[in-house]
């Protein structure tokens, strides 16, 4: 069979190209998607402007990651439920190909809007945005609850200390270092721009980005205020505390963080802190918790006053988990 494969044949049909030698069509895929990586990086070195002229042929990439990406699930079911090392190559280039078009249809959105050069930073540089976060990570720690179960580096890690932002990067730093693993021929080039800050002031200048990158990328209005609020319980200023409280009752539900509860009686709020849990649906000691959220809903009971409550909350709780060991 020849070698040089038809690119309309493998887009039109991958039935037939699951019916060519597997090696070959893999190759291809390979080296079609390395293709478009050497063009994307390209990209990079154009300016906002040069990249808007750019935009016509940028759309077609998308198209044809989609394309290999449909071969690769073809060849992935010939191997379905025999585990090889040839379904995880398989696999770990389709999950490259994936986040490459995920990258790049922000891409593309990031230069509709001119990577948001028309919109001010409340933050000067990179630096400067560091300094803020580094500042209410500090806040954070010193009135966080003392550790109560041990001070072991695995506990320091999961602690009230944490900021939801830290939560947020550690899981982006996951995805990187998965990413690295597939090794030098599929990294792909990040976008970074000192000054380009997700968070901006006043409300009228940053809302409508906000709400129109939340449509092109299908996110839920429950998505984007639970992300603000995060942003809100990490400030430590007064003001953000009082929003932040403000749009918890919207978003407060059975999927809600348990740090919120947390991270609210930290700063003095108990009472909120009691409607977060009881809107949670996680105030009746009816379900077991983690040991860090078991002692929260106590203190926070403690706080308000509610010292019966808390006592029969915590025996609830310490019956429920008796039964688990018996």
């Given amino acids: 069979m020849d070698v040089c494969m038809d690119e309309s044949a493998v887009y039109s049909d991958p039935i ?45 990439f998308p198209v044809k990651l989609v394309g290999i990406s449909y071969v690769l699930e073809v060849l992935e079911s010939s191997f379905k439920g025999t585990p090889s090392a040839q379904l995880y190559v398989l696999h770990h280039l389709q999950e490259s190909i994936l986040m490459t078009k995920q990258h790049l249809d922000i891409m593309i959105w990031l230069i509709r809007h001119n990577f948001l050069e028309n919109i001010g930073s409340r933050y000067t540089d990179f630096a400067a945005w560091r300094s803020s976060v580094h500042e209410r990570k500090s ?88 992300s603000f609020s995060f942003y809100l319980l990490d400030d430590h200023t007064d003001d953000a505390l009082q929003e932040a409280c403000r749009l918890l009752p919207e978003i407060s539900g059975p999927t809600t963080h348990p740090k919120v509860a947390q991270v609210l009686l930290e700063r003095q709020n108990p009472d909120a802190a009691l409607m977060v849990l009881r809107w949670c649906g996680r105030d009746g000691g009816a379900q077991l918790v983690s040991l860090v959220e078991a002692v929260t809903a106590v203190r926070v009971r403690v706080e308000c006053g509610f010292l019966t409550e808390a006592f029969m909350y915590q025996r609830t709780l310490c019956m429920k988990v008796k039964e688990t060991m018996l």
């Fill in 16 to 60: 037939i190209a699951f019916l060519l030698d597997e090696v070959v069509v893999k190759d291809w895929c390979r080296r079609t998607f390395k293709s478009i990586l050497t063009e994307l990086q390209d990209l990079y070195n154009h300016t906002v402007q040069q990249m808007k002229t750019k935009l016509s042929p940028l759309l077609r």
């Fill in 139 to 226: 806040a954070a720690s010193t009135r966080a609850w003392p550790e109560s179960v041990n001070h072991s580096a695995d506990s320091m890690k999961t602690n009230g200390t944490t900021l939801f932002i830290e939560d947020a990067l550690s899981n982006i730093e996951t995805e990187q270092e998965y990413a690295d693993e597939m090794g030098g021929e599929f990294e792909i080039a990040s976008l970074q721009k000192d000054g380009s800050s997700l968070f901006f002031r006043p409300e009228k200048e940053w809302r409508c980005i906000v709400d129109d990158f939340a449509t092109t990328f299908n996110l839920t209005r429950h998505s984007v205020v639970e």
